[in-house]
């Protein structure tokens, strides 16, 4: 059974659409992040939530942590080609350092 | 950008041999983690280090041993490489600041096994 389950796996939409992917749990987490990695490039850190139904918000994409802390969802705002790339979520492992990842939702904007 | 470098980034390499993958980074953070990934497994953690001379496994660590001896180094080495590890394979630091549990990632080093 996957720690992190994210939908949708693939995504592909117009410029200009909104759209939301989601990271989903059973189990409850001090913290979870979201991370974009675009083709040929390791992941890059977008943001960190800690508190239950925090909000953040990083130009046209609004992170938000589920109230239970259990689930995660990002929502982009008038997608642009720019925003193509793997969304990754990840959590850390409880009194360790290691992050687990998600499989990540695969998005391409189209022109 | 956090300082991560990784040699070689692409290689080749015929089965059995051993090849050794090595990660440099220059920002002095304690923890270093080796990933691979692969279509439909997402990003699995190999082995990581907490310290010099202290690692760890991680949960697909058969077959991969790793060492390191100094802050800034993490090497990881396929011992005798099987066509199974052919991978894209990243490394990674955290450990500075509050959120000493964001990671910041290599450009990964794709290797094919033939």
């Known amino acids: 059974t996957q720690l992190l389950e994210q939908s949708p796996q693939f995504l592909s939409i117009q410029e200009g659409e909104n759209l939301t992917v989601y990271c989903n749990s059973s189990?409850?987490?001090?913290?979870l992040q979201w991370y974009r990695q675009e083709p040929g490039e390791g992941p890059v850190l977008l943001v960190t939530v800690v508190t239950g139904g925090e909000v953040k918000k990083l130009k046209r994409l609004t992170f938000q942590f589920g109230d239970a802390r259990k689930d995660s969802s990002l929502h982009i705002t008038a997608a642009q080609p720019g925003d193509t790339g793997l969304y990754l979520c990840?959590?850390?492992?409880?009194?360790?350092?290691?992050?687990?990842f998600g499989k990540g939702t695969k998005l391409s904007v189209i022109p | 950008d956090a300082g991560i470098t990784q040699s070689p980034r692409h290689k080749v390499t015929e089965t059995g041999t051993p090849v050794t993958l090595r990660c440099h980074q220059t920002e002095n953070h304690r923890y270093m983690y080796w990933y691979r990934q692969d279509p439909g497994h997402g990003l699995r953690l190999i082995h990581y280090?907490?310290?010099?001379?202290?690692?760890d496994k991680g949960e697909v660590s058969d077959g991969y041993s790793v060492s390191r001896s100094k802050t800034e180094d993490f090497l990881l080495t396929l011992e005798s490489a099987t066509s199974s590890q052919t991978s894209v394979y990243f490394c990674?630091?955290?450990?500075?600041?509050?959120?000493?549990?964001?990671?910041?990632f290599g450009q990964g080093t794709r290797l094919t096994v033939v």
């Open positions: 189990s409850v987490f001090s913290s």
């Open positions: 990674a630091i955290s450990g500075q600041g509050a959120m000493n549990t964001e990671a910041f």
């Open positions: 280090s907490y310290g010099v001379k202290d690692t």
């Open positions: 990840a959590v850390p492992g409880a009194g360790s350092y290691q992050l687990t």
